[in-house]
Every structure is written in C-alpha cells, then in structure tokens.
C-alpha cells in the first residue's frame, strides 16, 4: 500500500484545497513505517511545519494514534 506525507505551514494545510497550494509538499512512500519516519523528521526538524500522512484510500492518521505511532506520548 502507498502512504503520503503532506507537509507546510498551518495556512496552507488547513485548507480543503491543500493538493493545489504550492505551500503543501508531498511525499510518497510504499510502507506505513517509511511515511511515520518522514513524518518524525519532519516535526522533529521544525515543529511549526503541518504534517498529515495518509494511506493509499486518502484515510488520514491523527490524533493519538498518529502520536503514538510516531513515538510520542500524550501528557
């Protein structure tokens, strides 16, 4: 299965458009655990940068689930 990885600033990735704004940058992946990589590395080299991984169907991970996935833990 393919995961993405869409990453920018807030702005940008709230937006229902986000595919089309020159902001959002995406990446693809062929394993769930490539896509959390970059998606770690990702918040980890600035923590203002949005990211959002999905699957292959556009299911999005979020919430404490994508935390936990990602290695963090919920205070």
Do not use: K
């Amino acid at each position: 299965m393919t995961y993405s990885v869409l990453y920018g600033d807030a702005a940008a990735m709230a937006s229902p458009e986000r595919h089309l704004d020159e902001r959002v940058r995406s990446e693809r992946f062929s394993t769930e655990h490539e896509a959390l990589t970059r998606a770690r590395e990702l918040i980890e080299e600035d923590a203002s940068t949005v990211v959002a991984v999905a699957d292959r169907s556009g299911n999005q991970l979020h919430g404490v689930r994508l935390q936990l996935r990602l290695g963090y833990t919920c205070d």
